[in-house]
């Protein structure tokens, strides 16, 4: 045991050797720029001098630019790791765009889903493949918005993204079009806060509270689909958390002020 932590100990050093200290330099800027964020992103979840709150277009562009896609933007220019970190993964990505703009499907929608992703393409060797193994799907709401009718639903309004995309096909690579496989998962994000006329609609959609009571999460089996409703209190004190060892480390403040 002795031996193979001396081994381990060694490679460590080796490893810090090769680094270069720009590269640390610009890690430790990196990580300054979530810092920044994240108190940016504060401020704006605030009432505003005209007694409203700001419009959901500002956290969008926050987290990824709006009428963008992901062969446009690069790793830099987005924030998906305010939601959650894996979304920095995946094979493409369409911001506030028409779903039959998106070059993966062959669809005439004109839905416009804030944000989905497509998982990575998965190897396929028959025409009915898909290729890609799974959506997700991103909905903003106006910061501390209330009032929620049957016209807006946040549920419904994402149920009929995955309908409209079910029905349509999939185009893989190659430009061929192919259906898109009955068992691909969805897994879909409503970012909002959470007043009473949500929590009604989140219940008669039949998704259940969270432990920590700052969201709701489901799966509807019909569409095989996860929905969870993040707060945006829980959105961010969750970045929060994710990143306070690195901002420890810069010394950093943890909280955004």
Same mark, same amino acid.
């Given at each position: 045991m002795?031996?193979?932590? $001396?081994?381990?100990k060694?490679?460590? @050093?080796?490893?810090?050797? %090769?680094?270069?200290?720009?590269?640390?330099? #610009?890690? =430790?800027?990196?990580?300054?720029?979530?810092?920044?964020?994240?108190?940016?992103?504060?401020?704006?979840?605030?009432?505003?001098?005209?007694?409203?709150?700001?419009?959901?277009?500002?956290?969008?562009?926050?987290?990824?630019p709006?009428?963008?896609?992901?062969?446009e933007?690069?790793?830099?220019?987005?924030?998906?790791?305010?939601?959650?970190?894996?979304?920095?993964?995946?094979?493409?990505?369409s911001?506030?765009?028409? $779903?039959?703009?998106?070059?993966?499907? @062959?669809?005439d929608?004109? %839905?416009?889903?804030?944000?989905?992703?497509? #998982?990575? =393409?998965?190897?396929?060797?028959?025409?009915?493949d898909?290729p890609?193994?799974?959506?997700?799907?991103?909905?903003?709401?106006?910061?501390?918005?209330?009032?929620?009718?049957?016209n807006?639903?946040?549920?419904?309004?994402?149920?009929?993204?995955?309908?409209?995309?079910?029905?349509?096909?999939?185009?893989?690579?190659?430009?061929?079009?192919?259906?898109?496989?009955?068992?691909?998962?969805?897994?879909?994000?409503?970012?909002?806060?959470?007043?009473?006329?949500?929590?009604?609609?989140?219940?008669?959609?039949?998704?259940?509270?969270?432990? #920590?009571?700052?969201?709701?999460?489901?799966?509807?089996?019909q569409?095989?689909?996860?929905?969870?409703?993040?707060?945006?209190?829980?959105?961010?004190?969750?970045?929060?958390?994710?990143?306070?060892?690195?901002?420890?480390?810069?010394?950093?403040?943890?909280?955004?002020?």
């Open positions: 002795a031996v193979v932590i $001396i081994e381990y060694l490679r460590i @050093q080796e490893f810090f050797a %090769g680094v270069e200290k720009l590269k640390a330099t #610009d890690l =430790a800027r990196y990580v300054c720029h979530r810092r920044a964020i994240l108190a940016f992103l504060k401020t704006q979840l605030c009432l505003e001098d005209d007694g409203k709150y700001p419009k959901e277009d500002r956290i969008h562009n926050i987290v990824f709006m009428g963008k896609s992901s062969d933007i690069t790793f830099a220019e987005h924030n998906l790791w305010l939601v959650d970190e894996r979304f920095v993964y995946h094979q493409f990505l911001s506030d765009q028409p $779903i039959r703009a998106i070059p993966l499907l @062959q669809n929608s004109q %839905g416009e889903p804030d944000i989905i992703m497509f #998982d990575k =393409a998965c190897a396929f060797s028959a025409s009915s898909s890609f193994s799974s959506v997700t799907i991103i909905e903003f709401k106006r910061p501390m918005r209330s009032g929620y009718g049957s807006d639903n946040p549920f419904v309004q994402v149920r009929k993204y995955i309908e409209a995309i079910r029905e349509g096909r999939a185009r893989t690579p190659d430009g061929r079009d192919v259906p898109i496989l009955e068992g691909t998962p969805f897994y879909c994000y409503i970012v909002c806060d959470i007043h009473d006329s949500l929590e009604k609609q989140a219940f008669d959609f039949e998704l259940y509270p969270t432990p #920590d009571g700052q969201g709701f999460f489901g799966y509807k089996r569409y095989n689909a996860y929905f969870e409703v993040i707060s945006y209190t829980k959105m961010v004190g969750d970045a929060q958390k994710r990143n306070a060892a690195f901002f420890e480390k810069l010394g950093l403040p943890h909280r955004a002020s």
